[in-house]
């Protein structure tokens, strides 16, 4: 029901931007996150977006670089990250779920995640 594109190979200080996409329009209700997996660490939540848009709320280590936003009349969530650093490097995933937090225990549609590789 989430489809995330966007990912791929970038080279470090340059701009990326994620998307996340429903087949549902009922998921535009709902708050989406944005989750990343590194290499041998567990998941975690970089950044939410509240259903209509209007209330962001983000992962301490990425204010400033990453932007979260969304198109409810295409069903889509964005992640725009700039500039990219090689710590970016992982899986992301987006979700979807009530309450604006980054915990995962509130999200219960989840995407298959897209790889992003941050490397000159």
């Known amino acids: 029901q989430l489809a995330e594109s966007g990912g791929g190979l970038v080279q470090p200080g340059g701009s990326l931007r994620l998307s996340c996409t429903s087949t549902r329009s009922t998921l535009r209700f709902a708050t989406i996150a944005w989750f990343r997996q590194a290499p041998g660490k567990e998941r975690e939540g970089v950044a939410c977006?509240?259903?209509?848009?209007?209330?962001?709320h983000y992962k301490d280590s990425v204010k400033g670089r990453f932007t979260i936003s969304r198109d409810n009349d295409k069903n889509t969530v964005y992640l725009k990250i700039i500039p990219v650093k090689p710590e970016d490097t992982g899986i992301y995933y987006c979700?979807?779920?009530?309450?604006?937090?980054?915990?995962?225990?509130?999200?219960?549609?989840w995407g298959q995640g897209t790889q992003v590789t941050v490397s000159s």
């Open positions: 979700a979807a779920g009530v309450g604006l937090q980054l915990g995962e225990d509130v999200y219960n549609i």
């Open positions: 977006i509240s259903s209509g848009g209007t209330a962001t």
